[in-house]
């Protein structure tokens, strides 16, 4: 499989991001081309920091103010492939929730409304269009310190919008390295737009190719750089795992007792827990309850089974191995009878491609109860929409 991993260990903006994404072999005709079609062409030269050359990108274009709708509608109007056009609105919405979560409704965005931001995401999502890997991976992200001045005031860094975007975005940040705000939002946006490509567990690798991306300023202390790895991955089509098998025969209590000790089981920490009816001695009808761990929890879940069934006796098989597909847990938008609400949704991977979508039932099952319909059709619904997401927003499944 062939992946990009992106190191934003010095920060990241959205010029840096597309110039590394450059320097690791993106088209530059194409992205220029999709940058230039929304302001003059960007000028795209070699520059090193702190002895590191990189390529630097400049856009050249002057500040606005613009509403989401504006700015969506520059971006469908770009000379840009239709994938890297859906993501790039996929990042803008990412950055006006975040300000509206943080300053409350508004009409215009702030700098991200000007044409040079615009034409940064565009650049990016195109860039990242046509190195045509598999998966993404995003490094931890190192967000400065010290504090910064606004249009609303001085805030610690990082940013509150920069903040509001990584908020549930499973992306790994770090505080330090230097004064100053290292992360913009735009480069919030885009990686974790970027980092929403499910990914498996990033197994062993080859590097193909190593890139940097060249932030404007030129501090002497360390390289205001971001870098770019296209890899190849050598990993198995599944991880391997270890978990103790719990395993207990009951027949002297009722279903609702045996359905309760499951649910106290997966409430402790149980990876599964189930029930298989079975005759035992005698020809009495029992159940065998299995309860799937990882050793550290095994001896309390022994004693809840104990206590829970009144069984004598709890049987544990240790270590077992099993293999276990790689997922990840990614929210969509869901309509249903003219509502929308966002409903997490968890990936079933194997070799970088989705081959599965499960809506998580817990979140179905409330909003189909406020609606008054039957589960199985939120989770349709939803279903549905976790895959129309994936093809929509990055034009790759299985």
Known sequence: MRALILDPFHGAAGDMVTAALLDCGADRERVARAMGSLVTAPEITTVTRCGIRAVHIRTCAGRSHRTLEEVLARCAGADAPEAARAMAHNVFRRIAAAEERVHGARTHFHEVGADDAIADVIGACTALHTLDVDYVAILPITLGGGSISGSHGTYPVPAPATAAILEGSNLGVLHGLSDGE??????????????????????????????????TRDPTETPNVLRAMIVETTGALFREDSVDVLETNVDDISGEVVAHAISRCMEEGARDASALP?????????????????????????????????????????????????????????????????IPVKYGLLQGGVYTVKPEFEAARKWAGELGVPVRTILQAATDA?????????????
């Open 278 to 342: 079975l005759v035992m001695k005698k020809g009495r009808p029992g159940y065998l309850v299995r309860v799937i761990c990882t050793n550290d929890r095994s001896p309390r879940l022994a004693e809840l089974l104990a206590r829970e069934l009144g069984t004598l006796g709890v049987r544990c098989i240790p270590a077992v191995h099993r293999f276990v597909a790689g997922r990840t847990i990614g929210e969509v938008p869901v309509t249903f009878r003219g509502t929308t609400r966002s």
């Open 182 to 215: 290292l992360l913009t939002p735009t480069g919030a946006a885009l990686l974790a737009e970027f980092a929403s490509i499910p990914e498996p567990e990033l197994g062993p690798y080859i590097i193909t190719r190593t890139g940097y991306g060249a932030g």
């Open 386 to 398: 976790g895959w129309k997401a994936l093809r929509d927003t990055h034009d790759r499944y299985p």
